[in-house]
């Protein structure tokens, strides 16, 4: 078998927290967000598309439990921004910043990451230049 990249992640999040889900993957971290299929309800879930060949899949349920650290760490998004132009863009868009690290190691090697939580617990690894 030969994987080219991942196809999707899915978060399991509150049944309320669509708006919440949209409001911080959507406007703060800046992807975009389709959800026809899943407003016309032939979904039941929606996708926050990463890029091209890559989406997280929201779905929301009422069997949703937070994550802990026994059964989830987080998710890494790589972005051609640097460390810098993530930081920034996260404090204009008022998202705390969790922490900063210099070379955490990925699939494309190491390189600067920013990490950050959804609304729902959720760690995201804003990974630089990747």
Not at 58 to 81: I, K, L, R
């Amino acid at each position: 078998m030969q994987a080219r990249h991942i196809d999707h992640v899915n978060l399991r999040i509150p049944a309320d927290g669509a708006a919440d889900a949209r409001e911080f993957y959507g406007e703060r971290l800046g992807f975009d967000i389709e959800d026809d299929p899943y407003e016309a309800g032939e979904k039941p879930f929606f996708d926050v598309r990463l890029s091209p060949t890559a989406v997280i899949h929201c779905w929301p349920t009422a069997d949703f439990e937070p994550p802990t650290a026994t059964n989830y760490d987080h998710v890494a998004v790589g972005v051609e921004e640097s460390a810098d132009e993530i930081e920034a863009e996260l404090a204009a868009a008022g998202v705390e910043i969790e922490k900063s690290l210099d070379e955490p190691l990925g699939a494309t090697g190491e390189s600067p990451a920013v990490y950050v939580r959804d609304p729902f617990g959720y760690r995201v690894e804003i990974k630089a230049g990747a």
